[in-house]
């Protein structure tokens, strides 16, 4: 069981860049690929953006293209998000995920991290 542990969220406003991280305490050498879902209040989790941990190939859902960027450090067992051009839409808990398979939906995801809030002001 790989556990996660989330740091980087805060409140910033429109516009503005938040840097998450996201450090996997065990080895992940059974961990297929790592990333990002997020939830608002009253609505479901939604897929962010995940890498393959052993390519690094990456993957972003539409709402975040162009603005997140998704990373890793190998050696530290750490993968990033890097957030520009916040909107308040991207206000959510982002929970980071870890599974032996790629995923874009929440059910193909085995491990969860306890999550971190980032709420972009207007």
């Known amino acids: 069981q790989v556990q996660l542990v989330e740091s980087g969220g805060g409140l910033v406003q429109a516009g503005g860049s938040l840097r998450l991280s996201c450090t996997a305490s065990?080895?992940?050498?059974?961990?297929?690929?790592m990333g990002w879902f997020r939830q608002a209040p009253g609505k479901e989790r939604e897929f962010v953006a995940r890498?393959?941990?052993?390519?690094?190939?990456?993957y972003y859902a539409d709402s975040v293209k162009g603005r997140f960027t998704i990373s890793r450090d190998y050696a530290k067992n750490t993968v990033y998000l890097q957030m520009n051009s916040l909107k308040p839409e991207d206000t959510a808990v982002y929970l980071c995920?870890?599974?032996?398979?790629?995923?874009?939906?929440?059910?193909?995801?085995?491990?969860w991290g306890q999550g971190t809030q980032v709420t972009v002001s207007s």
């Open positions: 995920a870890a599974s032996n398979q790629l995923f874009t939906r929440a059910e193909y995801v085995s491990n």
């Open positions: 065990t080895g992940t050498f059974s961990t297929y690929a």
């Open positions: 890498i393959a941990w052993n390519t690094g190939n990456t």
